[in-house]
């Protein structure tokens, strides 16, 4: 940004990393941070996010290992200055935002999975932390399944990325109801020739009072982000 003070970054990704859908996992890369007058330089080879805040007063990025199930490190950096290490955490961070006005972050973590098959299948448990770039120490933990508010059951979505409000005093996040239990296998029967014949016809009635409601996909939830 004009505000840095001559400074840029980018993200050097490679080719194979930008082929997958939106719903990936961050793509892995080299955070490139320079400065334009002096041309200094440094790299950081595992970074999968980083934003400068709106005045460019500091510089936010998360580095984690290549499979995303090893540690993780949120940081931030003063252009020209030192990196200061906000989290550093087993599992993964992601869906980092910032307030509008530079000063709050929030973002979503998750432990690494138990085993490889509830890795694939999603299985992961995520979590809403809140961090104060002006005020420092440890992030806040906003919410997690079980925090009051969120129904029995229900966990934080990790489809959906926090938000703040226009004031930012509040964060805004996602839930999801719990995945429905498997189907159990159809009984194996052994028809009557009369029980044959009545096969395929199917005779029913009922009410709009006696339709189930439908599931709810989804609820978005509000804290207090100061």
């Not at 709106?54 to 984690?64: H, N, T």
């Not at 098959?117 to 979590?127: H, K, L």
């Not at 440890?138 to 997690?144: D, G, I, K, M, N």
Request: proline share 10%; no cysteine; hydrophobic share 30%.
């Amino acid at each position: 940004p004009a505000e840095a003070g001559g400074w840029v970054a980018y993200h050097l990704t490679p080719a194979a990393s930008r082929e997958g859908d939106e719903g990936d996992a961050p793509a892995h890369g080299t955070l490139v941070i320079r400065n334009l007058a002096s041309g200094e330089e440094t790299r950081h080879p595992s970074a999968t996010f980083f934003r400068w805040t709106r005045g460019g007063e500091q510089l936010v990025v998360v580095d984690s290992t290549a499979t995303g199930e090893g540690q993780s490190t949120l940081w931030s950096r003063v252009p020209g200055g030192e990196a200061t290490t906000v989290l550093e955490t087993p599992g993964s961070i992601r869906s980092v935002t910032l307030a509008d006005n530079g000063d709050q972050i929030a973002f979503l973590h998750a432990p690494p999975a138990p085993s490889d098959e509830d890795a694939e299948n999603g299985d992961r448990s995520w979590s809403v932390h809140h961090w104060s770039l002006s005020s420092g120490g440890e992030p806040r933990l906003v919410a997690a399944a079980g925090t009051q508010g969120i129904p029995s059951g229900w966990s934080v979505s990790e489809n959906q990325s926090p938000s703040f409000s226009d004031d930012g005093s509040r964060v805004f996040f996602g839930t999801v109801p719990p995945a429905p239990p498997p189907a159990q296998p159809k009984p194996k029967y052994s028809a009557s020739p009369s029980q044959r014949k009545r096969q395929g016809q199917i005779n029913f009635s009922a009410t709009p009072a006696s339709a189930a409601p439908p599931q709810a996909n989804g609820q978005r939830h509000a804290v207090s982000g100061k």
